[in-house]
């Protein structure tokens, strides 16, 4: 069977196929770039989730560190202050600092060491006048040893 087409119409028909194969090539371009873009985007979105957990892994293990830091620094307070004696003696040569010390002996011998006589030490109970009958002003006192409780100073906790 044969047929007849008129010019004008093939003309048209092969316009049209033309332009129909434009734009399939179009489409099939676009489709190509748009589908590099999905897997541009999928990787990303991959990376970026990669991201996230690691940062998330450290954010947790930063945390930690800070706990166990403050815990250890709750204990390092409680054992300092378990370590912190109550009172603190002081050592005075004629109403000056000579020394602090921890223990009321340790400022003695330091003080026998200058010269200080061993056997003239007062030993009363607080408020007690000292033999003398009537304590002298500190910086008439040679060797002297105070206790200072640490409550009693400033910056004490």
């Keep these: 069977m044969i047929a007849i087409i008129r010019t004008r119409t093939l003309r048209a028909l092969r316009t049209g196929v ?9 489409a099939r371009t676009e ?6 873009a999905a897997d541009l985007a999928t990787d990303s979105a991959i990376r970026a989730e990669t991201v996230v957990e690691d940062l998330l892994r450290s954010t947790a293990a930063a945390v930690a560190d ?6 250890d620094t709750k204990v390092l307070r ?4 378990a370590a912190r004696p109550a009172t603190v003696f002081v050592l ?3 109403g ?5 010390y921890r223990s009321r002996q340790a400022a003695r011998q330091v003080a026998e060491k200058y010269g200080a006589d061993p056997a003239g030490w007062f030993e009363g109970p607080p408020g007690e006048e000292c033999p003398c ?3 002298a002003p500190a910086r008439e006192i040679e060797w002297q040893v105070k206790p200072v409780p640490l409550a009693d100073l400033p910056g004490s906790p």
């Design 78 to 81: 409680q054992q300092l202050a």
């Design 31 to 36: 489709t190509e770039q748009h589908r590099q």
């Design 18 to 26: 033309a332009e129909a194969e434009s734009a399939a090539e179009t």
């Design 66 to 71: 800070a706990v166990r830091a403050e815990q």
């Design 96 to 100: 000056n600092l000579h020394g602090i």
């Design 92 to 94: 005075l040569r004629y």
């Design 133 to 135: 009958g009537g304590c």
